[in-house]
């Protein structure tokens, strides 16, 4: 069993940057593909970024690319997400997913779809004002 805890969410004003961390548990971090959703309510979860298990695929989606930095450090079973540029609208609970499931962090489609990742943190909120 895999536990995510997310950390590094807060409070900030509009084009401040956060760094988000997602710290796995065990030993299995290195063989699983990393993701990062984002949900606000009354909407659906959204995808942000994925990560093959050594960085070599990256898929990021329409509200993150440009913005977003997605990164892992196997060494420290760790994930992060750099949100740059933020705005009101990044406004969210944001959420890392962790899973080894077929194609997932390799294949663009698989890696947008939160029904395919094993593992998930509770979540950090990042709230962006004006």
């Known amino acids: 069993q895999v536990q995510l805890t997310e950390s590094g969410g807060g409070l900030v004003h509009t084009g401040d940057s956060l760094r988000l961390s997602c710290a796995a548990s065990?030993?299995?971090?290195?063989?699983?593909?990393l993701g990062w959703f984002r949900q606000s309510p009354g909407k659906e979860r959204e995808f942000l970024a994925s990560i093959s298990l050594t960085a070599g695929d990256i898929y990021y989606g329409s509200s993150a690319e440009g913005r977003f930095i997605i990164s892992r450090d196997n060494a420290k079973n760790t994930g992060y997400l750099d949100l740059n540029s933020l705005e009101p609208a990044d406004t969210a609970v944001y959420f890392c997913?962790?899973?080894?499931?077929?194609?997932?962090?390799?294949?663009?489609?698989?890696?947008?779809?939160?029904?395919?990742?094993?593992?998930w943190g509770q979540g950090t909120q990042v709230t962006v004002s004006s």
């Open positions: 997913a962790a899973g080894m499931g077929y194609g997932l962090g390799y294949v663009e489609g698989p890696s947008q779809d939160p029904n395919l990742y094993d593992y």
């Open positions: 065990g030993r299995a971090f290195p063989s699983l593909a």
